[in-house]
């Protein structure tokens, strides 16, 4: 791979399709499930555009040997722990994709905590294309790319 090809202008190893997420990035029923202790929290994608929105130039470095950085914009992950009422621990980030390895990910209590740990809404400047895991997709420093996990569906912190 090219870490200059691919929608936005930046690479992908696995797409929408691949994955079978490509009506994903355009369901108006989309909602984030946050779990912890309890009733699981849902938010809309209104509910999260509506948070305060941080971004960072964070790279996907690929186990491919490729890397490129971007500027990331969405919610942190903190704040959407904050807001669901949900205490630290450590977090499982599952994905909508249906099969592979890297359906979900652990995200530890203190990488989570991280100002520049988001849950990234858009691409330099832009939506996220389903590629890129939209709606929503982890976006953190210090993870290699296969553990950015993409078209997130749900936090769930134990």
């Not at 994608?45 to 950085?69: D, F, Y």
């Not at 995200?107 to 849950?119: I, M, N, P």
């Not at 691409?123 to 939209?134: K, R, V």
Request: with cysteine; hydrophobic share 40%.
């Amino acid at each position: 791979r090219r870490s200059d090809v691919g929608p936005q202008g930046f690479p992908v190893n696995r797409t929408a399709a691949a994955a079978g997420t490509t009506e994903l990035a355009a369901d108006p029923s989309y909602r984030l499930e946050v779990r912890g202790v309890g009733e699981p929290t849902f938010l809309t994608l209104e509910q999260l555009r509506s948070m305060p929105q941080h971004s960072a130039e964070l790279p996907i470095a690929c186990v491919e040997g490729w890397s490129a950085s971007a500027n990331w914009t969405g919610v942190r992950v903190a704040d959407v722990l904050r807001v669901a009422g949900v205490g630290e621990g450590t977090i499982t980030v599952r994905s909508a994709q249906r099969s592979g390895l890297y359906a979900s990910s652990e995200l530890s209590a203190g990488a989570a905590a991280d100002d520049t740990c988001l849950l990234a809404l858009q691409l330099d400047g832009e939506d996220l294309h389903p590629d890129h895991g939209a709606p929503l997709r982890l976006i953190a420093p210090n993870r290699p790319g296969v553990l950015q996990t993409k078209w997130v569906t749900s936090l769930e912190v134990r």
